[in-house]
């Protein structure tokens, strides 16, 4: 008779603390910024009730606000010193059937990399450290436009430097095209999805060609389920499966969903797939009976273990409120 298999210990609450990352994500409404992050009225009233804050300050702010918190998930629009025009740079970007120009920063700039030497220092100094980077600045990683595809790849590498820099486990990346995937088109005989083969086959190259940069950055690139190609759980899966790298995986969001039926059914397929990092989020946009800590579980019954980052979207609380709320939920379903 084979002998029973033992539970796993319980976590100790330092150990349960160690699974949690704060998020900058919610908060950006008190971030000093170029972009629109910290304007407008709820901006306002939030930095009237917190002050005003840049990504140098957030490792002190995730120490005083999450006890026993010491992993970071970053946003990538809110990095920089916005007094500093010099480590930005323009981006045009298309809006609909309008180009816009937005502002990034730019880890490659020689004023990008004083800052981010700034920031690791901050990181050293309290005992902080960069879980994850939530990157929105590399565009068009499945185009079919060869050199828009390059170009996209090509600020992805910069950034996976710049977070070397910092130490980062890993860094999303979003699958570019268009915001909502293609449709299979009715055939004769049954419906046939080519153009969403061709997203497909051009995002797992271009994951392949990053993924080995990452290597040798040590930082895994990952996609989330955000929009697009990587709406489908079924997409990610297959991208990571084709690109066949270990600094190559999910990051799946527990909200980020296009219905209600994938809220959990979504996550337990994104779930063997991902090993640094999720977004346990609270988002109004789905029905009062989500469960963070039901989320939190098919995570860790799928054998997750990396940080449960505290990423809260909207709902009855300001964006720290939420966080705080997140903390207690997760660390409750640890």
Known sequence: MAPLAMEAAPLTE???LA??????WPIRNIFRSVTGYGRGQRADEMKKKYGEITML???QFTK???PGVTRMDLFSGLFGDAADDRMYVKVPVLVGATTRSTTEFDPSSDSGKRWLDSLANKMATTGTSCQHISNNAPRDICEPDTEKRKAGIAVAKKWLDGAKILGAKSMRVNSGGPRIAPSAV??????KADELAMYLRNCIESFKEMADYGAKAGTKVTLENHWGLTANPINIRIIVDEVKSPFCEASPDFCNWEHEYLMYNGLKALA?????NVHAKYWNRWPDTQSVGRSVKIMLDAGFEGTFA???EDGPWDGVEGSKYLYKEVLAAL
Do not use: G, I, M, V
């Open 14 to 16: 330092r150990e349960k």
């Open 19 to 24: 699974r949690l990352a704060s998020n900058t």
């Open 57 to 59: 300050d957030f490792p």
């Open 64 to 66: 005083d606000t999450f």
């Open 186 to 191: 009715a055939q004769a005989d049954y419906p």
């Open 272 to 276: 063997p797939y991902a090993h640094t």
């Open 310 to 312: 505290l990423e809260y």
